[in-house]
């Protein structure tokens, strides 16, 4: 049964860019997914940030799009989120996910990460 995890730095400093890695386990990133960034800042709802397909296009919410980098890396069954500038405000819970062609969504275990000096 494939397996997402979120890994990367719990704390990062206001301006700078803070970066996170999906490990793709138990299965590898393969065509007919979107492989997703979401977040999820304390007391607020889901937000889309962006995805990656296996042929390497990307997709960005208009709002992060001048702030986000998502890229893959197939050999390594990973993909990987940069979000630069970041402020307070960034501070999330941020989940990978997988996300079919139909819709259904896979999700790893979230990683919360506080923007603080």
């Known amino acids: 049964q494939v397996q997402l995890q979120e890994s990367g730095p719990g704390l990062v400093k206001p301006s700078q860019t803070l970066s996170l890695t999906c490990t793709v386990s138990?299965?590898?990133?393969?065509?007919?997914?979107?492989w997703t960034w979401i977040r999820q800042p304390p007391g607020k709802g889901l937000e889309w940030m962006g995805a990656?397909?296996?042929?390497?296009?990307?997709y960005y919410s208009p709002s992060l799009k001048s702030r986000t980098s998502i890229s893959r890396d197939t050999s390594k069954n990973e993909f990987s989120l940069q979000l630069s500038s970041v402020t307070p405000e960034d501070t999330a819970v941020y989940y990978c996910?997988?996300?079919?062609?139909?819709?259904?969504?896979?999700w790893g275990q979230g990683t919360q990460v506080t923007v603080s000096s």
């Open positions: 996910a997988r996300v079919s062609v139909i819709g259904s969504i896979y």
């Open positions: 138990g299965g590898s990133i393969t065509p007919n997914y979107h």
């Open positions: 990656i397909n296996y042929e390497g296009s990307t």
